[in-house]
């Protein structure tokens, strides 16, 4: 059974499904309605200093794959429409360069500023943690406060404990900064 998990809420992977190996991040949403928003998922893989190691290291809508291999972004969607999945990143965990300390997975909103828009035009939003392998959701964080004015915010993380994954819903907004925010703070 798949485990829902508030803001701040946290698990550990690692134990909870012993030997997972390949994982996808899904995140989905839907905006209010004559609100068109496209929404744009995006990874920072940090070190232990919370430093991007490369610019590779910034997986997004025009850099699909981490130089490891280890995360793969499946491509932009520009709606959000339909209930499932909008947009999907795919984890091997076993890939995972061993510098490598937190994956960050943050959402964003394409031109917020210029479209006037935020996540408080959205209805809902959620990412989901799916086993791949397994076929079975492991677990699911929506997104409780929507009545932001953010146009960027680091949704989930997962971070190395030793030898052991954690997965922590963050749910933090970074202001009307959005992706740029995320690229000036990380690289
Ligand atoms: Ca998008
Ligand atoms: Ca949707």
Known sequence: M???LKKGGSLNLTKE????KKVMFGLGWEMKPGTP???????????????LPSDEHFVFYNNLRSPDGSIQHTGDNRTGFGDDD?????????????AVFEILITVSIHEAEARG?????LKDAYIRLYDVEN??????????????????MVFGKIQKQGTEWRFIAVGEGNGM???????DKYV
Do not use: W
């Open 2 to 4: 798949s485990i829902s």
């Open 17 to 20: 499904v012993p030997g997972l």
């Open 37 to 51: 928003l496209d929404l744009d998922a995006s990874v920072f893989i940090l070190n232990s200093k919370l430093k």
């Open 86 to 98: 909008d947009e999907m990143i795919l984890c091997n965990l076993d890939l995972i360069d061993a």
């Open 117 to 121: 828009h935020s996540f408080g035009s």
């Open 135 to 152: 076929k079975r959701e492991i677990l699911r964080y929506d997104l409780d406060e929507k009545n932001t004015t953010d146009a960027g």
């Open 177 to 183: 900064s959005g992706l740029q925010g995320f690229v």
